[in-house]
Antibody
Framework: DVQLVESGGGLVKPGGSLRLSCAAS????????MGWVRQAPGKGLEWVSS????????YYEDSLKGRFTVSRDNAKNSLYLQLNGLRGDDTGVYFC????????????WGQGTLVIVSS | QSALTQSASVAGSPGQSITISCTGS?????????????VSWYQQHPGKAPKLMIY???KRPPGVSNRFSGSKSGNTASLTISGLRPDDEGHYYC??????????FGGGTELTVL
């Protein structure tokens, strides 16, 4: 099956760090941009970051620059998001996605991993 | 406040058509420009991941019903759902590519099928 599976979420204290992973199966992600989108509880979707196929270009939502870092390992068919300096408003479900097409629409989504930032 | 504005909610009866609009400000937050030729629409059911319904304004991914169609006029993109069905109920989000090569989502519209 073609799918994305996130992992690495959990409960973390303010100021803490987490590394989210996204494993792809059923397709080779090395030719595609990949990205992360998050959703706070009861709120809408918020784009977080995208990374080009060879990691040459990385893009971030302005307010997250410097705290979040996106990376990928094409040999492992995986995508990652390092979250540092976590704050309460970073709480939410983090989805990874395959970007495919002009404007990078996300045509395949993972099920999401929940990050809770609380003391 | 998102630079892509969607109405909070819309409702329709089974079999009817509804249209959800997505209006962009002339500049997104940070001064980036929105590219309304690269608008996408997503459907999300409660507790589920979003699903891509429309990309590049009016293109449907494989497997998406032709009851879903997209269009744009100026700085407003629209998603029309015809022949409403109960399982169309959920939230719908527009997104636009920006001049900074980032992506911006609208605030979302909740569709209720009466």
């Amino acid at each position: 099956d073609v799918q994305l599976v996130e992992s690495g979420g959990g409960l973390v204290k303010p100021g803490g760090s987490l590394r989210l992973s996204c494993a792809a199966s059923g397709f080779d992600l090395s030719d595609l941009s990949m990205g992360w989108v998050r959703q706070a509880p009861g709120k809408g979707l918020e784009w977080v970051s995208s990374i080009s196929p060879t990691s040459s270009h990385k893009y971030y939502e302005d307010s997250l620059k410097g705290r979040f870092t996106v990376s990928r390992d094409n040999a492992k068919n995986s995508l990652y998001l390092q979250l540092n300096g976590l704050r309460g408003d970073d709480t939410g479900v983090y989805f990874c996605g395959r970007e495919n097409g002009g404007g990078r629409p996300t045509d395949l989504w993972g099920q999401g991993t929940l990050v809770i930032v609380s003391s | 406040q998102s630079a892509l504005t969607q109405s909070a909610s819309v409702a329709g009866s089974p079999g009817q058509s509804i249209t959800i609009s997505c209006t962009g400000s002339s500049n997104a937050a940070g001064g980036y420009k929105l590219d309304f030729d690269l608008v996408s629409w997503y459907q999300q059911h409660p507790g589920k991941a979003p699903k891509l319904m429309i990309y590049e304004v009016n293109k449907r991914p494989p497997g998406v019903s032709n009851r879903f169609s997209g269009s744009k006029s100026g700085n407003t993109a629209s998603l029309t759902i015809s022949g409403l069905r109960p399982d169309d109920e959920g939230h719908y989000y527009c997104s636009s590519f920006t001049s900074a090569s980032t992506v911006l989502f609208g605030g979302g519209t909740e569709l209720t099928v009466l």
